[in-house]
C-alpha cells in the first residue's frame, strides 16, 4: 500500500491568506486526487491531479480558488487562496492503489486541518 | 451519476454488541464498493471492498459487508464491537464509467458505550 505524508497537518490561518498543502508518496502514481471534508460533512471532491497536466476540477471548484501543482510522479501541491472561514475543512490527498486496477481504490493521506479565523 | 447513501448518521452500541450500518447505493450497472473508516484525527483507512464475485466480503478488523444487488445495498457489520471500533464509516462507490472517482456517503459517527 502507499504511504501518503501531508503537511502541515493542521494550521491556523488568517482571512484573506493563502496556504499551501503538500502531498508526498512513497511511490510513482499515476493519479492524485484532492479532497474536502467540511466540519462533519463527507468527503469531496476538489479536483484530479495528472502530472504533465492541468488538473480536473469538480463542479463546484476552480482553479483560481485551488490551484494545483503536480510536478512529479510521487508529490503534488494544493493552495487553498484568499482563505474566508467557509474554507476551514480538511484537505485529504489520496491516490489510487495501482495493485487493484480500474476500480477506484484510493489511498488516503491523514489530512490538513485548517482552521480559518 | 452514481450516488450513496448513509441512512443513519449516528449510532450508538454497546460494546460487545453487534453492529450494522447501513449503505444504499444508486448506479446503473455493478459499482465498486468500499467501507472506509475515519478514526478522530485520522485520515481514511479502507476497511474492505467489493469488486466482484462472492457478495459477502470481509475486511479487516473483523468486519464484513455483503452486497445485495437487489436491494442496492451495501451493508457493513461487526458481530462484537470493540470500543476502539469508535469512529466514523463511510461507504463509497466506484465506477469505471465515471473515470474511477469515488463518491461518497454522509458517513456514519459510531460511538461505543462501555
Known amino acids: 500500500s502507499a504511504v501518503i505524508s501531508q503537511k502541515p497537518s493542521r494550521d491556523i490561518c488568517q482571512r484573506g491568506t493563502s496556504l499551501t498543502i503538500q502531498c508526498q508518496v512513497d511511490?510513482?502514481?499515476?493519479?492524485m486526487f484532492w479532497y474536502r471534508q467540511q466540519p462533519g460533512q463527507s468527503l469531496t471532491l476538489i479536483a484530479t491531479a495528472n502530472q504533465g497536466s492541468e488538473a480536473t476540477y469538480e463542479s463546484g471548484f476552480v482553479i483560481d480558488k485551488f490551484p494545483i501543482s503536480r510536478p512529479n510522479l510521487t508529490f503534488s501541491t494544493l493552495t487553498v487562496s484568499n482563505m474566508s472561514p467557509e474554507d476551514s475543512s480538511i484537505y485529504l490527498c489520496?491516490?489510487?492503489?495501482?495493485?487493484?486496477?480500474?476500480?477506484?481504490?484510493?489511498?488516503f493521506g491523514e489530512g490538513s486541518r485548517l482552521t480559518v479565523l | 451519476a452514481q450516488s450513496v447513501t448513509q441512512p443513519d448518521i449516528h449510532i450508538t452500541v454497546s460494546e460487545g454488541a453487534s453492529l450494522e450500518l447501513r449503505c444504499n447505493y444508486s448506479y446503473g450497472a455493478t459499482p465498486y464498493l468500499f467501507w472506509y473508516v475515519q478514526s478522530p484525527g485520522q485520515g481514511l483507512q479502507l476497511l474492505l471492498k467489493y469488486f466482484s464475485g462472492d457478495t459477502l466480503v470481509q475486511g479487516i478488523k473483523g468486519f464484513e459487508a455483503e452486497f445485495k444487488r437487489s436491494q442496492s445495498s451495501f451493508n457493513l457489520r461487526k458481530p462484537s464491537v470493540h470500543w476502539s471500533d469508535a469512529a466514523e464509516y463511510f461507504c463509497a462507490v466506484g465506477a469505471w464509467a465515471a473515470g474511477n472517482k469515488l463518491t461518497f456517503g454522509g458517513g456514519t459517527r459510531v460511538l461505543v458505550k462501555p
Open positions: 511511490s510513482q502514481v499515476t493519479m
Open positions: 489520496s491516490v489510487e492503489d495501482a495493485l487493484a486496477g480500474d476500480t477506484g481504490e484510493l489511498f
